[in-house]
């Protein structure tokens, strides 16, 4: 049966990753694939988290099913986290939330709700935006268009045009806004500018869909929820797909969270019968080991402070290696400015330069990126700056 359908490409960021596996050159560097590393390349697990699993594995005494909406006391948590514990629409009661299989499956079961919503819905994304938000949105059958987001030339972000654009969309349409850390380019609204965000939504009535995938990757785990708990605030209806896969390490546990800010609290208990009901219709219920250890950290004052500081430290780490590739690109003679990617925020970072200059430092350089210029801080390291700042030295002047 299977022959009628079309052979795929690889996907380009793990044909990257086997290109580079294959590379015998010993100072290649790999900056694709966006998970966070150590000055050794490694993606450990953290402190809290390995404590965390030792507590797991003392209190769970059974396999049995968890509740359709996953473990309660990590949505209680990861609300309060994003949301702020004193946030007036957990007081009123206005927010449905279940734990999803990750960022990914917190996306995809949000698209599908809207379409159970309105099946013509719009869902607009930034141009450029992570390339999975495409399938994810669009397989759930909803028409994705885009709004300016991001310029090349000047690297940085097109805020006049973005909100030219905003004031076109129509009432019951979606944005999609990246919460913090824009992924591809490290670009971030400034508060000024989420509050232009957040009156526009109010005037054109379009509802915002908020992905929060790196909080505490860019100033702090509070200012980085800055922008999405304006929009909660202020705004009757937001809806939220949060990752816990960045900040507590988690990615293969796939943990996630997806939540509905409603209008009052009866419409979130409609809210909440329909995204349980989605998740059914797919995989039922989530995996419950990421969320329960998530639990265990969030709920104990000690292992939680252990995790601010864990994630402080990975903040920290990329920030220096952005200045550090800064300073190693000016030292080297690059013609180019690139203080910008000292701006820019989280684990990504756009290098702005063109294509063909990407594939140079891939094929006489070993470092590997994607065609974009979009590069993972965390893979630069102080062992591999000096190699990686002459490569784009060379190759760009
Ligand atoms: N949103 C964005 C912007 C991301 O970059 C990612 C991870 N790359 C996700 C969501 C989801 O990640 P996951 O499903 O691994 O939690």
């Known amino acids: 049966m299977f022959e009628v359908l079309p052979q795929l490409a690889p996907d380009p960021i793990l044909g990257l990753s086997a290109a580079y596996k294959q590379d015998s050159n010993p100072s290649k560097i790999d900056l694709g694939v966006g998970v966070y ?11 809290a988290v390995a404590k965390a699993q030792q507590v797991l594995l003392e209190r769970e005494t059974s396999k049995t099913y968890i509740t359709p909406q996953g473990v309660q006391g990590f949505i209680d948590g990861m609300l309060q986290l994003i949301l702020g514990a004193q946030s007036p629409v957990l007081l009123a009661d206005r927010v449905a939330a279940v734990q999803a299989p ?6 995809r079961i949000l698209s599908e709700l809207l379409t159970r919503v309105n099946a013509d819905t719009k869902v607009w994304v930034s141009d450029p935006t992570w390339a999975n938000h495409i399938p994810l949105i669009g397989n ?6 885009t709004y300016p987001y991001f310029d090349k030339a000047s690297a940085s972000i097109r805020f006049d045009a973005m909100m030219e654009c905003l004031r ?25 500018q989420w509050q232009e965000v957040m009156n526009v939504a109010k005037e054109r009535e379009f509802l915002p869909f908020v992905d929060i995938a790196y909080q505490g990757f860019g100033d702090s785990l509070e200012d980085d929820a800055y922008g999405v708990r304006l929009l909660c605030e202020n705004l009757p209806e937001v809806i939220i797909a949060a990752s816990c896969s960045k900040n507590f390490g988690l990615y293969r546990e796939r943990v996630g969270l997806a939540a509905i800010v409603c209008a009052d609290s009866n419409t979130r208990k409609i809210a909440q019968g329909q995204i349980q009901s989605v998740a059914r219709g797919i995989y039922s219920m989530p995996p419950s080991y990421g969320g329960a250890l998530v639990d265990i950290i969030l709920s104990d004052d000690a292992l ?4 601010v500081n864990e994630v402080d430290e990975m903040r920290v780490r990329m920030r220096t290696l952005r200045e550090l590739l800064v300073n190693k690109l000016a030292e080297y003679g690059a013609q180019k400015d690139f203080s910008f990617v000292n701006d ?3 684990m990504f970072s756009f290098l702005c330069i063109t294509p063909e200059q990407v594939q140079k430092m891939r094929n006489e350089h070993s470092v590997y990126f994607v065609d974009s210029s979009r590069v993972n801080v965390a893979g630069i390291s102080l062992a591999n700056v000096d190699t990686l700042a002459k490569a784009m030295v060379k190759v760009i002047n």
């Open 37 to 47: 590393k150590d000055e050794q390349g490694n993606t450990p697990i953290l402190s």
């Open 102 to 107: 990750g960022g990914c499956g917190s996306l």
């Open 140 to 145: 759930a059958g909803l028409t994705i268009e």
């Open 168 to 192: 076109q969309v129509k009432k019951g349409d979606v944005v999609l806004l990246h919460g913090c850390c824009h992924n591809p380019t490290g670009a971030d609204l400034t508060k000024a």
């Open 304 to 307: 939680k402070q252990e995790w």
């Open 344 to 346: 820019q925020k989280g």
